[in-house]
């Protein structure tokens, strides 16, 4: 797609005063050719084409302009990615095919927006998290085990499931991106292994017992099936990520499927390949290195009899941990009301984007004046690198803009190199001031890939737009401008602005239905006569060598902008009588709406603005507030809230379904592994005390409450249920063994308390680079790893205190059969 700022791509024929029809035009080769076209003959005399008009090399009709840094006017392209292309792919191939080109002396192409930077800059970000998180959770592995070749078993299960992860991303068709990889936990991955391998290492140190590979048999029985469920419920929970529509489908399927498929090879890896290694590699410990059949490091037997004193102490206190914990859920879930919402946060692609709106009916020429004024206010800030300025629509209308609008492409230096402002929104704050002092333009401020997407999801760009049916243009523009009269006082409002509809020059042609059935004519005359003559109409093309050249007829300039010459235009009725315009129809210049806008077959008129800050859901609940109490809507009348705010509003709807499914899946794995109701609600517990640490989590970070981290939650549900799983079967186990349920469930606690550790600082260490970044797109990620590594907080003191502490309420007492690990 090009724009062309000079576009000589036809010929135009202008008419003289009279009118001719032109016979036999054919193919011209030249301007003499067009010339001698006879249009007349009559009594042996011939009226040639070029005595009745001017004939003229001209440009075509221009819609648009491309300028650039204030300098004037410029050529601009634009690659297209074709649907299902590899967008970093085509732009290597592009930037490859550019560098080939031999341009003429003075010519350059410069590119002023390249996707590829975001695409490499989150690619970087992804990168980088993933080896500092297999990094972390390699160290707490060597930590806890304190053995090479056990962490190295549990190690190995990370590629290899990584590799089934992007088997599932090749048949599902995802691509290795932000979303599919970026909420990849290596911790989370492992932890079947983790709990696998950890128990191995136990049985291998107890005395007493058969060769190591009878030992590691024993014990793979033992927690295959809690590992098996347990997995599997971390998986389940991912599953309704599945349901969700529009914009959050897009960006969560594909990590739900990315991490689907990885967890599936961990779990087949932790359950056939880990065994068979461990039985190669694992060897028993002597009788000194055993101490007595415990394997564990001094430091954590320490840190193992620790945790029975406090537990002792917890079990003594029952009722004042259990008020205490109660106490926080309480204050965590009525927190939510308070806390910020958002639907996602804004990813910062390193530009901007601002679009400019200038009154309707500008010409060309003062929309291309005023665009060199913008722009020299914008290269006035040193943070800005560059500015291209893209007015109307193109050659090829892949914009539909008017030539009162336009967008300028902002590329920035450096953030190093920036002098008067630390951040991006405070730039564009300073930004929004220096360009309100030229009069009658409004801006909107946005990125390249935002403006995209929110203009094929809604088609506004902004965070919150208000729009208003009805049946009257003048009276839905009173109830705009009062509109946004409220918006602008509710704070958090930036760069408030309502649709220019109105105040455009026009050309009214009101017919005289009888006078023209008195000639025989037809509405279809007028028009068809009109369109040729003032729009202009291509009658022939014109050939010069391979190029061909459209020739188009019109009137002149100055016929075509007056009223009443226009009225003098004649018409050939069908009994030959030549008819004058002005004889049939009124022809009066009056204003009239730039557009009228439709959506669901009303007219509608729409109110938007940004919001900088506050969080997107307080703000509309004001705002909300303020309009019904200000504006009185007529009967027939309505308002409808959409922009980014209708984007959170569907995802919440979707999550109200997706979350309680999500605890019902969790629910009747559980019931499937314990075929006990009651310790199934005893593990469920963990899921709203995971809430606790992940609510807190977001306040101490002043995090909103957004889609990514409502994702987050989901994510949590499973892996705090995995240790709860974990804990309560290797208690039933040492209860069929014989042991008294208070001294089974002291036991059981303390020998998984490693595992429980292992996992939940693995998981919770895995999220821990996606929750500290700051590069390209961390912003995306960081409200969902927050949100897992706040709730395993929590949820693994449930599991370590407040589960032993419930087990006896939800176990029948006298019952002496359990389940095996």
Known sequence: MTENNENFGGGFIEHAEQQYTIFGLGRASSEHDLANIVVLSQNGVSVLLGDVAKIAVAPMPRQGAVMHDANGEAVAGMVILLKGADARRVIQSVKAKIGSLRLPPGVALVPFYDQSQVIDGTLHTVKHNLIEAGILVIAVLLLFLGDLRAAFIVALVIPLSMLVGFIGMSLFGVSANLMSLGAIDFGMIVDGSVVMVEYFVRRLAEPGLSDSRQRIREAAYEVARPILFAVTIIIAVYIPIFTLQGMESRMFRPMAITVCSALIGSLLFALTLVPALSSLILKVPSTSESRGGDSESAWFIGLRDRYRHSLDWVIAHRSEVIGAAVMLLVVALGSLHFIGTEFMPRLDEGSIVVTSRRLPGISLTESISLGKQIERVMMSFPEIKGVVTKLGRPDLATEAMGIYESDSYLTLNPQSAWKCCRSKDELIGKLST???????????FTQPMEMRMDEALTGIRGDVAIKIFGDDIDLLQNLARQVLSVISTVPGAFNPQMEQTSGVPQLQIEINRDELARYGLNVSDVREMIGTLVGGMQVSEMIIGQQRFAIALRLPESRRNDADRLGNLVLHAPRGELVRLNQIADLNVVNSPEMITREDARRRLMVQTDVRGTDLGSFVAAAQAKVAAAVNLPYGYSVVWGGQFENQQRADRRLAIVLPVSILLIFALLVATFENVGQTFLILLIVPFALVGGIAALWLRGINLNLSASIGFIALFGVAVLNGVVMVSHINLLRSQGL????????????????????????????????????TGAEVQRPLATVVIGGLITATILTLYLLPLFYPWFSPRDSTAGQQE
């Open 740 to 775: 008294p349920i208070n001294r089974a469930v002291r036991i059981g606690a303390s020998d998984r308390l490693r595992p429980v550790m292992m996992t939940a600082l693995a998981a919770s260490l895995g999220f821990i680079p996606m929750a500290m970044a700051t590069s």
């Open 434 to 444: 220096a360009l309100s002092t030229i009069p009658g333009v409004g801006y909107e």
